[in-house]
């Protein structure tokens, strides 16, 4: 046996016994006062106010002197509401601490205890995190004169906020929010939100930013609802969503399951990038949207705005990457600021719902940049956008900005030019040309004839641009012409090279196998155009289109002749009704006649009569559900269907009365 020395040992002891009772070890402390005392002696290591109670005044202070990473609980007495309301500013967390809402009993996921700031002062802020690794999660953070939360400090790094309301009451539907930001984060490698709901942090109805992100880097944001209620489906308006200033290397959003942020009804633009901050990604959003990405509660300006701020990445290559930028009120993208180039957007959906087929339109343009270095979509696989159904263009490109390059993009349905270069309509080609402005306005082909045999489509055509200067070509198809006769691309076919003469000249036939331009066999054909691309990346304005189009691809329609009732958008049986109704009630969107084909007709009879009226109005009243509730058949109103048959579904039906489904 080893010999110990008994004076070690009574050394060992005394000095121990004369640390002080917090020194150097974590230490848990329970808040079961809602008052405002700060702590009576904070060497004792005992939360006490003088009282024998414990404020989280008391409490910060404590875990403030206390060595190690402490943590702060509840246990407030009665049955509730839980509201702290401080006289004055709460101390800045200046050591490791975890303060957890979600200890209080009574919590069923989601907060119920509140700090209140409207008696905390003037320009005071609910928390301060100076230090590193600390948690807060399950609060309630509102109307302070400052922000709701501030990360600040060379050593507040890899903190953590999960599952709080931040500028909302204890129900997360009503606004009652900080007049400075929700959050701020002024620190590295910091942590808001995750992909679990219950580390959604609700950050709505505050009078400056939902968060703020302040000349820093690494920082993650993930899974929060900002500008909404809790059910993502109502606006509660911050000023700005997201704001990221002079900060680079940041993620908002992600791949991974629950990971996107819902980033809507904000009353300025959704993100907003200000300052010299370059490879942030934002990526797997709804901005604009609901929850459902199918509904408009929109950014009152553009869905993402740069002011000075280059090269940053939005979207992506892989499916989960996708941003849904749609039903914001100015342009879905807007880089019109100096310094805002060598942006990447890939991958999105800019103007549809959530299935990249719906109408969900951008008021403003779909991207609208003034900048160079742009890349909107891509030749690789996953890195075309769709960018449909927005007010203005579908691709915007003013100024002197050159190098954008455009590529392989569903563009369609714009109310504007699918892609506009100087922003005044069609910019018609010159020989050789030599003009510049944005893009350099490249000339764009000329397609002489396409045609469809044998399963393969064969195009030809020609370019006049520089001479002896290599050019990508990108055709597609459309369902209609665009009403200017130049465009749009709705339907990505295939690219070609090629390679212009000392005159300027080139000339193409490229055949792309299993395409098919009339694929209802009615002898229609869909409208074709194409752009160039040169070798520095600039694209032009789409070609002239060779054909009309087909007013309904998925009916055999050889006269071209619309039925005898209204056509939505997105309806290509031309039976009434778009995908967007014909999906969920289960009806064939791609024919208008047979068994489940035609929503008006319930009974599958071919017409729409009495008895298919009386069918629905048999379930009037009733949400959609097993039964007894009605069959998700009988809900063909509003567009999309509101989940109850009702009097808008006998209307929608009447509307067809005594029609056969093969006018």
Same mark, same amino acid.
């Given at each position: 046996?080893?010999?110990?020395?008994?004076?070690?040992?009574? !050394?060992?002891?005394?000095?121990?016994?004369?640390?002080?009772?917090?020194?150097?070890?974590?230490?848990? !402390?329970?808040?079961?006062?809602?008052?405002?005392?700060?702590?009576?002696?904070?060497?004792?290591?005992?939360?006490?106010?003088?009282?024998?109670?414990?404020?989280?005044?008391?409490?910060?202070?404590?875990?403030?002197?206390?060595?190690?990473?402490?943590?702060?609980?509840?246990?407030?007495?009665?049955?509730?509401?839980?509201?702290?309301?401080?006289?004055?500013?709460?101390?800045?967390?200046?050591?490791?601490?975890?303060?957890?809402?979600?200890?209080?009993?009574?919590?069923?996921?989601?907060?119920?205890?509140?700090?209140?700031g409207?008696?905390?002062?003037?320009?005071?802020?609910?928390?301060?995190?100076s230090?590193?690794?600390?948690?807060?999660?399950?609060?309630?953070?509102?109307?302070?004169?400052?922000?709701?939360?501030?990360?600040?400090?060379?050593?507040?790094t890899?903190?953590?906020?999960?599952?709080?309301?931040?500028? +909302?009451?204890?129900?997360?539907?009503?606004?009652?929010?900080?007049?400075?930001? %929700?959050?701020?984060?002024?620190?590295?490698?910091?942590?808001?939100?995750?992909a679990?709901p219950?580390?959604?942090?609700?950050?709505?109805?505050?009078? !400056?930013?939902?968060?703020?992100?302040?000349?820093?880097?690494?920082?993650?944001?993930?899974?929060?609802?900002?500008g909404?209620?809790? +059910?993502?489906?109502?606006?509660?308006?911050?000023? +700005?969503?997201?704001?990221?200033?002079?900060?680079?290397?940041?993620t908002?959003?992600?791949?991974?399951a629950?990971?996107?942020?819902?980033?809507?009804?904000?009353?300025?633009?959704?993100?907003?990038?200000?300052?010299?901050?370059?490879?942030?990604?934002?990526?797997?959003?709804?901005?604009?949207?609901?929850?459902?990405?199918?509904?408009?509660?929109?950014?009152?300006?553009?869905?993402?705005?740069?002011?000075?701020?280059?090269?940053?990445?939005?979207?992506?290559?892989?499916?989960?990457?996708?941003?849904?930028?749609?039903?914001?009120?100015?342009?879905?993208?807007?880089?019109?600021?100096?310094?805002?180039d060598?942006?990447?957007?890939?991958g999105?959906?800019?103007?549809?719902?959530?299935?990249?087929?719906?109408?969900?339109?951008?008021?403003?343009?779909?991207?609208?940049?003034?900048?160079?270095?742009?890349?909107?979509?891509?030749?690789?696989?996953?890195e075309?956008?769709?960018?449909?159904?927005?007010?203005?263009?579908?691709?915007?490109?003013?100024?002197?900005?050159?190098?954008?390059?455009?590529?392989?993009?569903?563009?369609?349905?714009?109310?504007?030019?699918?892609?506009?270069?100087?922003?005044?309509?069609?910019? #018609?080609?010159?020989?050789?040309?030599p003009?510049?402005?944005?893009?350099?306005?490249?000339?764009?082909?000329?397609i002489?004839?396409?045609?469809?045999?044998?399963?393969?489509?064969?195009?030809?055509?020609?370019?006049?641009?520089?001479?002896?200067?290599?050019?990508?070509?990108?055709?597609?198809?459309?369902?209609?012409?665009?009403?200017?006769?130049?465009?749009?691309?709705?339907?990505?076919?295939?690219?070609?090279?090629v390679?212009?003469?000392?005159?300027?000249?080139?000339?193409f036939?490229?055949?792309?196998?299993?395409?098919?331009?009339?694929?209802?066999?009615?002898?229609?054909?869909?409208?074709?155009?194409?752009?160039? +691309?040169?070798?520095?990346?600039?694209?032009?304005?789409?070609?002239?289109?060779?054909?009309? %189009?087909?007013?309904?691809?998925?009916?055999?329609?050889?006269?071209?002749?619309?039925?005898?009732?209204?056509?939505?958008?997105?309806?290509?049986?031309?039976?009434?009704?778009?995908?967007?109704?014909?999906?969920?009630?289960?009806?064939?969107?791609?024919?208008?006649?047979?068994?489940?084909?035609?929503?008006?007709?319930?009974?599958?009879?071919?017409?729409?009569?009495?008895?298919?009226?009386?069918?629905?109005?048999?379930?009037?009243?009733?949400?959609?559900? #097993?039964?007894?509730?009605?069959?998700?058949?009988?809900?063909?109103?509003?567009?999309?269907?509101?989940?109850?048959?009702?009097?808008?579904?006998?209307?929608?039906?009447?509307?067809?009365?005594?029609?056969s489904?093969?006018?």
């Amino acid at each position: 046996m080893r010999y110990i020395r008994p004076g070690l040992v009574a !050394f060992v002891l005394v000095a121990a016994l004369s640390l002080p009772a917090n020194a150097g070890f974590a230490t848990a !402390f329970t808040v079961n006062s809602v008052g405002d005392g700060g702590d009576s002696n904070t060497l004792d290591g005992i939360c006490d106010d003088g009282t024998g109670r414990c404020t989280l005044r008391a409490a910060i202070q404590q875990a403030n002197a206390s060595a190690g990473a402490d943590t702060i609980g509840f246990n407030l007495p009665g049955p509730g509401p839980y509201s702290i309301a401080p006289a004055s500013p709460l101390p800045a967390v200046s050591d490791t601490l975890t303060t957890d809402g979600t200890t209080q009993p009574g919590f069923v996921g989601m907060p119920i205890v509140e700090l209140r700031g409207d008696a905390a002062g003037a320009n005071a802020d609910g928390l301060l995190l100076s230090s590193l690794n600390n948690v807060v999660k399950g609060l309630i953070v509102n109307r302070f004169s400052g922000n709701g939360i501030d990360i600040k400090g060379n050593t507040a790094t890899g903190n953590a906020l999960y599952g709080n309301f931040i500028g +909302t009451d204890r129900t997360g539907t009503v606004s009652i929010g900080n007049s400075g930001s %929700g959050v701020i984060v002024a620190s590295n490698n910091n942590t808001i939100g995750g992909a679990s709901p219950t580390e959604r942090n609700i950050i709505s109805g505050n009078g !400056f930013f939902g968060l703020q992100i302040a000349s820093s880097t690494g920082n993650v944001v993930r899974g929060n609802f900002i500008g909404t209620d809790k +059910t993502g489906t109502t606006q509660l308006s911050n000023a +700005t969503g997201l704001f990221i200033g002079s900060a680079g290397g940041n993620t908002v959003g992600g791949t991974g399951a629950g990971e996107g942020n819902l980033i809507s009804g904000n009353r300025s633009d959704g993100i907003r990038f200000q300052g010299l901050g370059s490879a942030n990604f934002v990526q797997g959003n709804l901005i604009g949207t609901d929850v459902t990405g199918t509904r408009d509660l929109g950014n009152a300006l553009s869905g993402i705005q740069c002011f000075i701020a280059p090269g940053n990445i939005i979207g992506g290559s892989q499916p989960a990457a996708r941003n849904v930028i749609s039903g914001n009120d100015a342009a879905g993208i807007t880089l019109d600021s100096a310094g805002c180039d060598h942006y990447q957007i890939q991958g999105n959906y800019i103007g549809t719902d959530v299935t990249g087929g719906e109408p969900l339109g951008n008021s403003g343009d779909g991207v609208l940049t003034l900048l160079s270095d742009t890349l909107i979509g891509g030749t690789g696989s996953g890195e075309a956008n769709v960018i449909a159904y927005n007010g203005r263009h579908g691709v915007a490109i003013g100024g002197s900005a050159v190098r954008n390059t455009v590529r392989s993009n569903s563009i369609f349905a714009n109310a504007g030019l699918g892609i506009d270069l100087g922003l005044d309509g069609v910019t #018609p080609n010159d020989p050789g040309d030599p003009d510049s402005g944005a893009n350099n306005l490249q000339n764009y082909p000329v397609i002489g004839a396409a045609g469809t045999s044998g399963g393969s489509t064969t195009i030809s055509g020609s370019l006049n641009s520089s001479p002896a200067a290599t050019f990508q070509l990108d055709f597609f198809a459309n369902t209609q012409c665009d009403p200017s006769l130049f465009g749009e691309g709705e339907r990505f076919l295939g690219a070609t090279t090629v390679v212009t003469n000392s005159s300027g000249d080139a000339s193409f036939t490229v055949t792309f196998a299993g395409v098919d331009l009339d694929a209802d066999h009615d002898g229609v054909k869909e409208a074709v155009t194409a752009t160039a +691309t040169d070798a520095s990346g600039n694209t032009s304005e789409f070609s002239r289109c060779l054909g009309s %189009g087909d007013n309904c691809p998925a009916w055999a329609n050889p006269a071209q002749n619309l039925p005898p009732w209204p056509v939505p958008p997105n309806d290509p049986d031309c039976d009434g009704f778009s995908t967007r109704v014909e999906n969920p009630v289960g009806t064939n969107p791609l024919a208008h006649c047979g068994t489940n084909a035609w929503p008006a007709d319930i009974n599958n009879d071919g017409f729409s009569d009495i008895s298919d009226i009386s069918l629905v109005g048999g379930f009037f009243g009733k949400p959609v559900g #097993p039964s007894p509730n009605a069959p998700a058949r009988y809900d063909v109103a509003p567009d999309p269907p509101d989940g109850f048959v009702d009097i808008s579904d006998i209307v929608k039906i009447g509307g067809f009365f005594g029609k056969s489904c093969t006018p």
